[in-house]
């Protein structure tokens, strides 16, 4: 759990707040203290509503909205991300002579901008080569891609896909076993062209 907390700290720019004592914690109502000390409590749902995985366990971690990616069959999956996504529109807006305000019109919508941070993790202990070499195909791919995560499956359609536009390794000091990563994408909206 420590690598977890290191990783949150040094990559995702995350500040833990001061340690409190469970003891002053209000526990959820319809929970024992016994099972709020120990983390257990009711079921939560593990789908979001659009299909997407919400909630897994993996070696007995929770992992909170993993990321997937597929193509041509092949599938990436990244536990311990976080994601962002960022919608634009570009609208003109033109001043009323003699009135307060303006007319707004709508020209377009853009793509989604989406940032992923995610970490590697080694099953043997060792730097996480063939996580990072599967990484590296993943990123060598330059076509549009299927993303799936809970986040980003709100704002995408079911035909949509993304496409890889940077991607940057980081150096997580004192950690040997693991390598984060940033990654850029944009959407890729399917159109047909009437003429």
């Given at each position: ?89 570009t ?48 990123w ?39 390598q ?16």
């Open positions: 759990m420590s690598i977890v907390f290191d990783i949150l700290r040094t990559v995702k720019g995350y500040q833990a707040l001061p340690y409190v004592p469970a003891d002053i914690i209000t526990q959820p109502s319809g929970m024992s203290r016994a099972d709020y000390n120990k983390g257990d409590g009711p079921e939560r749902a593990k789908q979001s509503a659009t299909g997407a995985t919400l909630r897994k366990v993996k070696n007995g971690i929770w992992y909170f909205m993993p990321v997937s990616f597929t193509h041509k069959g092949k599938r990436w999956e990244f536990d311990e991300a976080v994601v962002s996504i960022t919608g634009k529109k609208i003109v807006e033109t001043p009323m002579v003699g009135r307060k305000g303006s007319v707004k019109e709508l020209i377009s919508v853009d793509d989604y901008d989406i940032k992923l941070v995610a970490v590697l993790e080694s099953t043997n202990g060792d730097y996480p080569e063939q996580e990072m070499q599967e990484l590296v195909r993943l060598e791919i330059n076509e549009a891609i299927k993303m799936s995560c809970a986040l980003t499956d709100y704002f995408l359609k079911e035909d949509d896909s993304v496409m890889i536009k940077t991607i940057e390794p980081i150096t997580v000091e004192g950690q040997e076993d693991i984060a990563f940033n990654m850029t994408l944009v959407s890729d909206s399917p159109f047909e062209l009437e003429l």
